[in-house]
């Protein structure tokens, strides 16, 4: 399944829901199938900036694979981990600096998350990139 494809379909299943009160509780449903991370994982070199939350952020591979394992104390945080793990965790470098997280407007992440959420969502997009854009570099020396 492309990164397209995974998008299209989480906007597929929030659009089975009609407000937002359920949207959150699928948010908070996925979050609570994230696999727990290992003590020794949660170190503070793996704590993001920029999310009110902790944020795990764990990025192992090469730029033909990257795979990403993540998770939060915040239950609606670890449902939008849960999203950006089911789009960009095991793809290649280029794929994921070649799309946008379109899910996250087209679901309507943006109007509805508050702006501390939404600075964590854009942290932890922002480290996937970044991570694509070291492995890339790597690659192409």
Same mark, same amino acid.
């Given at each position: 399944?492309?990164? /397209?494809? !995974?998008? @299209?379909?989480?906007? /597929? =299943?929030?659009?089975?829901?009609?407000?937002?009160?359920?949207? %959150?509780? %699928?948010? +908070?449903?996925?979050?609570?199938?994230?696999?727990?991370?290992?003590?020794?994982?949660?170190?503070? /070199?793996?704590?993001?900036?920029?999310?009110?939350?902790?944020?795990?952020?764990?990025?192992?591979?090469?730029?033909?694979?990257?795979?990403?394992?993540?998770?939060? /104390? !915040? &239950? +609606?945080? $670890? #449902?939008?981990?849960?999203?950006?793990? @089911?789009? %960009?965790?095991?793809?290649? &470098?280029?794929?994921?600096?070649?799309? =946008?997280?379109?899910?996250?407007?087209?679901? #309507?992440?943006?109007?509805? *998350?508050?702006?501390?959420? !939404?600075? #964590?969502?854009? &942290?932890? *997009?922002?480290?996937? @990139?970044?991570?694509?854009?070291?492995?890339?570099?790597?690659?192409? $020396?």
């Amino acid at each position: 399944m492309s990164i /397209d494809q !995974a998008q @299209r379909e989480i906007v /597929d =299943e929030f659009s089975l829901f009609d407000d937002w009160m359920d949207r %959150y509780q %699928y948010l +908070i449903d996925l979050g609570r199938k994230l696999p727990e991370l290992p003590e020794q994982d949660k170190s503070d /070199d793996r704590l993001l900036d920029g999310c009110q939350s902790q944020v795990w952020l764990i990025a192992e591979g090469n730029a033909d694979r990257l795979e990403f394992r993540a998770n939060s /104390d !915040a &239950a +609606i945080v $670890s #449902g939008l981990i849960a999203l950006i793990l @089911r789009v %960009y965790s095991g793809r290649s &470098a280029r794929e994921i600096l070649d799309s =946008e997280p379109e899910f996250v407007r087209d679901i #309507g992440l943006s109007q509805h *998350l508050s702006p501390t959420r !939404a600075n #964590g969502l854009n &942290a932890m *997009l922002g480290e996937i @990139r970044r991570q694509a854009e070291l492995a890339q570099a790597t690659a192409d $020396s």
